[in-house]
């Protein structure tokens, strides 16, 4: 069954602006983690964050996990236009074999 | 230097065919997995190989067989093509185990006819 739900499915806003996006799990996790996916182009790791962290920055990027609530959302400052693309979390269950369970993702156009 | 690659990146076919998508890491990873992207973009993991053995097999149809010659390498073999088969298939690679930060393919488009 499907672990992830992410808020919202499509993000319109002007360059320059913040971008965030939120992605709410199910059950309990080893980490989660945001990946960034192009038009047509394969999965781009972005940032990962373990369950026993609650912020985790890279670059533009801060990333919050609230593991009692069960969610974690994705900030992206003074986005760019080269930022339009869909960002998808992803939660590691390692006790289920070591899985990596995905949200249906955030479709986020960046406009020039 | 492209860290994992997959061939052929589209593939026409029709129903009833078998075809194969060949997967390939240059990164050292001991973990390498097939997932499945759907035409609304919802991305599913289909099998996880460990050093050449299937670790998971997410309840795929047995037309689907994954095999892996070495730990550089996870194929993808498609007995007996159905419509439904048509969605993009990833590939992917991570040093540990799942969730440590996989590595993706650029994808194989499979469009079905």
């Known amino acids: 069954s499907q672990q992830g739900e992410e808020d919202p499915q499509a993000l319109s806003i002007q360059e320059g602006e913040n971008a965030t996006m939120n992605c709410s799990y199910k059950?309990?996790?080893?980490?989660l983690q945001w990946y960034r996916q192009n038009s047509g182009r394969g999965l781009v790791h972005l940032i990962l964050?373990?369950?026993?962290?609650r912020e985790k920055h890279s670059g533009r990027l801060r990333v919050t996990l609230d593991t009692s609530k069960k969610s974690s959302s994705l900030l992206i400052t003074a986005s760019r236009a080269a930022d339009t693309a869909s960002y998808f979390c992803?939660?590691?269950?390692?006790?289920?074999?070591?899985?990596?369970?995905f949200g249906q993702g955030t479709e986020l156009s960046v406009k020039p | 230097d492209t860290a994992v690659s997959q061939t052929p990146k589209y593939l026409v076919t029709q129903m009833g065919n078998d075809k194969s998508i060949k997967c390939e890491q240059n990164?050292?990873?001991?973990?390498m997995y097939w997932y499945k992207q759907d035409s609304k973009k919802f991305l599913k993991i289909m099998f996880s190989?460990?050093?050449?053995?299937?670790?998971i097999n997410e309840t795929v149809p047995n037309r689907f067989s994954p095999k892996s010659p070495d730990k550089a390498h996870l194929n993808l073999h498609i007995n007996s093509l159905e419509l439904g088969d048509s969605a993009v298939y990833f590939c992917?690679?991570?040093?540990?185990?799942?969730?440590?930060?996989?590595?993706f393919g650029p994808g194989t488009r499979l469009t079905v006819t």
């Open positions: 190989y460990n050093n050449k053995e299937l670790i």
């Open positions: 992803a939660t590691a269950i390692y006790n289920q074999g070591g899985k990596l369970i």
């Open positions: 964050i373990r369950s026993n962290e």
């Open positions: 992917a690679s991570s040093h540990g185990p799942a969730g440590s930060g996989e590595y």
């Open positions: 990164l050292g990873h001991d973990t």
């Open positions: 059950t309990s996790i080893n980490n």
